[in-house]
């Protein structure tokens, strides 16, 4: 299984640029600089994955880098979106 560009982009169409997580926003932040910038998370990750179907507005989600860093944090244990959100508050 191989990451396709076409489902990032669906997801970025569907998401926006707002980290879902903790809603920052480069272009915002940086402007022309950061836009268009934001990471795109599999919430299924890719290494467990086989050739699917993705629906990109369930099974992606976007990010910020340190979100994202986050979620991924510890090798065995890959978070949710709601476990994410839960450490945040």
């Known amino acids: 299984y191989e990451r396709n560009p076409f489902y990032r982009n669906k997801a970025l169409e569907i998401h926006g640029y707002d980290c879902m997580a903790c809603g920052f926003n480069f272009e915002?932040?940086?402007?022309?600089?950061g836009k268009g910038f934001i990471h795109?998370?599999?919430?299924?990750?890719?290494?467990?994955?086989?050739?699917?179907?993705?629906?990109?507005?369930?099974?992606?989600?976007?990010?910020?880098?340190?979100?994202?860093?986050?979620?991924?944090?510890?090798?065995?244990?890959?978070?949710?979106?709601?476990q994410l959100l839960h450490l945040l508050k």
């Open 28 to 33: 915002k932040t940086y402007g022309e600089q």
């Open 40 to 82: 795109v998370h599999h919430v299924k990750p890719v290494s467990e994955s086989r050739a699917t179907i993705i629906d990109p507005e369930a099974d992606m989600v976007v990010l910020c880098p340190n979100c994202h860093a986050i979620v991924h944090r510890k090798k065995k244990v890959t978070l949710s979106l709601d």
